[in-house]
């Protein structure tokens, strides 16, 4: 598997890594199994937030990534407290809170740092220097190795660019959201900041399961229909030995800014064919061509630089 530098850092990260968001509790076997195997075929970048399963997650992920975890990156995220009565959450991104959330994160976590812990969004409103002040207190401290943040917002992933030294920025990106193209992946890679791309199969949309979904759904400005026209039009244009979960992967990896792509996994088979995408060929200059084509240009309507 291709290791890639986190923007000016030591930190390598593979060029897939494993979003563990979507492994949940009643299915620890296989979800401790899919942590395994994605690590034997050189996954190196796990990552989960204090947020998931009010903080089940971080628990799983640390206690099953333990007999491997000087080998690998393992990133979560802070800015989100749940409400007392566990129904909704609150946004602080204040330094109070963020220099008591991380002690919590690495207590469930099980270790005693954490490789790349990032904001988890952010508003233009914040007191961004505050939070930058937070992180940077917590890197001198050796309780983070670095930080970054993730957010779509334009505007505040500008500020923490300029005025932070974060090292990555995670934000969705797929074939059926092209936003970070207007302008954040050249932004980004002129900066030498890497970008983390979540979402790469869209919520299954990019894969074999979309015929099956209900053409009634949809994915921000795509119905589901639209977007098996889509999916048919690019079996028909690529026509490769990639699947299309692969290709998706492949195209959200084809932006050299992109580091890492993080897609989820609710099974080791379906983790199995994401990883497998690191083994195909990249996508040549003529698919990418081929994809913008058949895809919409999306643009950010909101929170714009």
């Given at each position: ?132 002040s937070a992180f ?67 919520k299954g949309w ?100």
């Amino acid at each position: 598997m291709k290791q890639n530098k986190l923007g000016t850092s030591d930190l390598l990260v593979s060029e897939i890594g494993l979003g563990c968001m979507s492994i949940e509790p009643g299915n620890e076997t296989e979800g401790k199994e899919m942590i395994q195997r994605a690590y034997e075929e050189g996954v190196t970048l796990f990552d989960t937030a204090d947020l998931y399963q009010f903080g089940w997650n971080e628990e799983f992920v640390g206690k099953s990534v333990k007999p491997f975890r000087d080998k690998i990156v393992l990133s979560t995220k802070v800015g989100n407290r749940w409400t007392e009565d566990k129904k909704s959450w609150d946004w602080d991104p204040s330094k109070t809170y963020i220099k008591s959330a991380v002690k919590d994160s690495l207590q469930r976590l099980q270790t005693d740092y954490i490789d790349l812990y990032q904001l988890h969004g952010g508003t233009i409103e914040d007191n961004m220097d505050e939070t930058i002040s937070a992180f940077d207190e917590l890197k001198k401290e050796g309780l983070i190795r670095e930080y970054g943040i993730s957010s779509i917002r334009p505007n505040v992933i500008s500020y923490y660019a300029e005025h932070s030294d974060i090292v990555s920025v995670m934000m969705q990106y797929s074939i059926l959201d092209r936003r970070p193209e207007e302008e954040m992946l050249d932004f980004l890679y002129d900066k030498n900041i890497s970008v983390i791309a979540r979402g790469p199969v869209a919520k299954g949309w990019l894969s074999e399961r979309a015929l099956q979904r209900n053409e009634s759904d949809q994915y921000l400005d795509y119905q589901g229909k639209e977007i098996q026209v889509l999916v048919q039009n690019l079996h028909s244009e690529l026509g490769s030995e990639r699947s299309l979960s692969q290709t998706a992967i492949r195209y959200a990896l084809h932006h050299p800014a992109v580091a890492s792509a993080i897609p989820g996994a609710s099974s080791v088979k379906q983790l199995l064919s994401n990883i497998g995408a690191s083994a195909s060929e990249k996508l040549s200059s003529e698919e990418v061509a081929a994809v913008r084509s058949l895809s919409k240009p999306n643009v950010y309507e909101q929170h714009r630089r």
